[in-house]
């Protein structure tokens, strides 16, 4: 199977700062995985790298669908890359406990260790991210995001600790994904993202999906 190819050898500050704050709750309430990702933001650069490394060998099987630095190879299947580690962990928690409902996933997340998921999160986290979609795009869809969705997502669309980066994301994921919000399918369940899908509007969701998948 194809192997991670590219390795940053360290996060960005306003990464590093959220981290830290993480570190100090996890040291009060170790939880596994999360656990480990506390001990690996303590361990200095070359602890940094030595997790990172490992994070692109444990996620070899990931490289498949979601590209060896996390940038999708399908427009249905989402970009890990610049995703915030806590978020990743988080994600990968939720398919553990059926949360969120993809049996491919669910199977794969059970293989992991904890050490390796959170060496995977860590190495997800400090890939750049290049637009899915060449070319800014703005005007409506940068307004419908800023009135519905930055509050959460922040103001570029950068994600954090619980809601996930949107810039760049792949199109037909983000198109995807807030149909079944409106919906309420059953794939994605969080009530919250349901009615913010439903105040900004089927009919706008196209303009939304342009913007965010243009962003750096």
Known sequence: MPRFLVISLALPVSLAVGLSCFTAAAAAEPSGARDHLARITQSGPAGLKAAQDAGRKAAFFCANCHGETGVSKYPEVPNLAGQHPVYVLGQIEAFLSGKRKDAFMQGLMKVLSDEEKAQIAVFLAAQPVPPSRPGAVAGEGRELFSRNCARCHGAEAKG?????????????????????????????????????????????????????????
Request: aromatic share 8%; no cysteine; net charge positive.
């Open 160 to 216: 954090g600790e619980t809601f996930p980066r949107l810039a760049g994301q792949q199109d037909e994921y983000l198109r995807r994904s807030l149909h079944r919000y409106l919906k309420a399918s059953g794939e994605r369940i969080y009530p919250p993202m349901t009615a913010a899908v439903n105040g900004l509007g089927e009919k706008n969701i196209e303009a939304v999906v342009n913007y965010l998948s243009s962003q750096p």
